[in-house]
């Protein structure tokens, strides 16, 4: 990928059209960006596909935009794979100049680029995250798997303002982690369950 590129073409792994399954916009009619590579490893990821950038096209930032505003969608999600291996400063400035309101999902494990309106943030324990995140979160969400994960859940909200928005949302493939985080939830009322209701609804 030459200089250029990186000014004007993103990898991207897919574009669609549905509502947001997670978290406080939860249900909300949304245009996701889905960008190729991630560098994580998550082994419960369900988009693992987006894993090697090299798998994927180089897509027109403009024609992105485009596809956008054609939707017509109340936000725009950029998600991947894990988006902030790329600078996303010329995406979201033309996303925004088209009047769309930005959202981000990351992992936050790389420098924080682009200028968004609402960050979701989502550390993983398998690659931690770039200090650079804490102070533009919005929500936090941390996947559970097992009683580690909630020790890491409550050190990574002890570095985000104290009005963030914080969710536990289980590992479905771990037998009891759906019961950990409700007790969890239960003794401890500045968090909240978060589901994935959009492979309920069976959308993307």
Not at 24 to 51: E, H, Q, Y
Not at 105 to 124: A, C, I, L, Q, Y
Not at 127 to 132: A, E, I, Q, R, Y
Not at 184 to 204: A, F, I, M, N
Request: net charge negative; proline share 5%.
């Amino acid at each position: 990928m030459n200089s250029i590129n990186l000014l004007t073409h993103l990898p991207i792994v897919e574009t669609f059209h549905s509502v947001q399954g997670e978290g406080a916009w939860m249900g909300v009619n949304a245009f996701f960006i889905r960008l190729a590579g991630c560098d994580v490893g998550c082994p419960w990821c369900d988009t693992k596909i987006s894993w090697n950038v090299k798998k994927h096209p180089q897509m027109a930032i403009a024609d992105l935009v485009t596809e956008a505003v054609n939707a017509n969608p109340a936000i725009v999600i950029i998600t991947g794979g894990e988006p902030l291996m790329h600078d996303l400063t010329a995406l979201t400035d033309q996303l925004k100049s088209q009047g769309l309101r930005v959202h981000l999902e990351t992992s936050g494990s790389h420098p924080f680029s682009g200028n968004f309106d609402w960050v979701s943030f989502s550390p993983k324990q398998f690659k931690h995250p770039h200090h650079s995140i804490y102070d533009r979160v919005s929500e936090l969400k941390v996947v559970v798997k097992d009683e580690s994960d909630l020790l890491w859940a409550e050190q990574n909200a002890a570095r985000v303002a104290p009005n963030v928005l914080k969710y536990l949302q289980p590992e479905w493939e771990t037998v009891g982690s759906k019961d950990l985080i409700l007790q969890y939830v239960l003794s401890h009322p500045d968090w909240r369950v978060s589901l994935q209701t959009h492979k309920l609804l069976g959308v993307r």
